[in-house]
């Protein structure tokens, strides 16, 4: 059974209550659209540098505004609601990044917390320590919808193939790479990325993304995108901006895929040895 799917682009800034009402007014337009899931980027809630400002106002998921408004669109427009991820309190004083998946009731059908930390050192200058502040998740989920099987990840996730391809044996169709990539490195390997998880799977891949400067100074990539099992980009928003993608999303694509090119069947188990090369005054053995 095919089904619409949108990507809503945003440019969080550091007021949760704006960006809940920026977030609402995207998703009726998808819903308008006729898509039936919707998904967010990373961060929807809020972008904030200043961890002190940030934890000034999280919330914890019950109290959460990004998580009610979640929940409540998901019930007015009736579609599966998909918060990319937003920022949530936790009793020990760290923080999850964390994405919720709402049914058409406003039930929580899953939940993600972004299992890889963003901790790198930029050409520009730029640094980031995801774990100083956020506590890494350990289990991924692929669940069952009634118009597909679902698999979970957040922006830095996607540079781990082996998330995607477990969840891809596990049955997986359609993988959810809500983000925030930095502008630097969505220019050299945004699209790279999604395409080869969506070709090395056979999977269809949907992406929404933060776009452009924010208010605490950063500046994000954009191109939300929706990628089919061939690696074909069905859609896609520009660099900057709010924006919401659709696209039909075919599961009997996947199937097509797989039959195509078995890899999932093909793949085997094997070893690794590490040997010593050549050295001074001969060949190893």
């Not at 019950?62 to 991820?85: F, K, N, P, Y």
Request: hydrophobic residues 50%; charged residues 20%; contains cysteine.
């Amino acid at each position: 059974m095919s089904f619409k799917a949108a990507a809503v682009q945003m440019c969080s800034g550091v007021d949760p209550v704006k960006n809940a009402a920026a977030m609402a007014r995207l998703v009726r337009e998808a819903a308008a659209q006729g898509a039936t899931y919707v998904q967010t980027p990373e961060m929807t809630g809020m972008l904030q540098r200043d961890r002190a400002a940030a934890r000034a106002v999280l919330a914890d998921e019950a109290h959460d505004i990004i998580v009610r408004t979640g929940s409540e669109l998901a019930t007015e427009l009736a579609i599966h609601m998909h918060v990319g991820s937003t920022a949530i309190a936790l009793a020990d004083g760290k923080i999850a990044n964390r994405g919720f998946l709402f049914g058409p009731d406003g039930r929580i059908l899953n939940r993600y917390d972004k299992i890889h930390m963003f901790d790198v050192d930029l050409d520009n200058g730029e640094s980031w320590r995801e774990s100083a502040a956020y506590t890494a998740g350990s289990e991924a989920r692929v669940l069952s919808l009634p118009f597909a099987e679902m698999g979970f990840a957040i922006c830095y996730d996607v540079r781990f193939p082996a998330l995607f391809r477990a969840q891809a044996v596990a049955g997986a169709e359609v993988m959810t790479v809500p983000a925030a990539f930095t502008k630097q490195t969505g220019e050299a390997h945004w699209e790279i990325l999604l395409r080869a998880r969506a070709i090395e799977n056979g999977v269809f891949v949907i992406a929404a993304a933060q776009a452009g400067r924010h208010e605490d100074g950063r500046e994000t990539f954009g191109h939300s995108m929706i990628v089919d099992p061939w690696g074909t980009v069905l859609a896609s928003a520009g660099a900057t901006g709010e924006a919401v993608i659709v696209a039909e999303i075919d599961p009997a694509a996947v199937k097509a895929a797989h039959d195509k090119i078995p890899n999932l069947r093909n793949g085997r188990e094997f070893s690794v040895e590490k040997i010593a090369g050549a050295v001074a005054g001969g060949v190893a053995a």
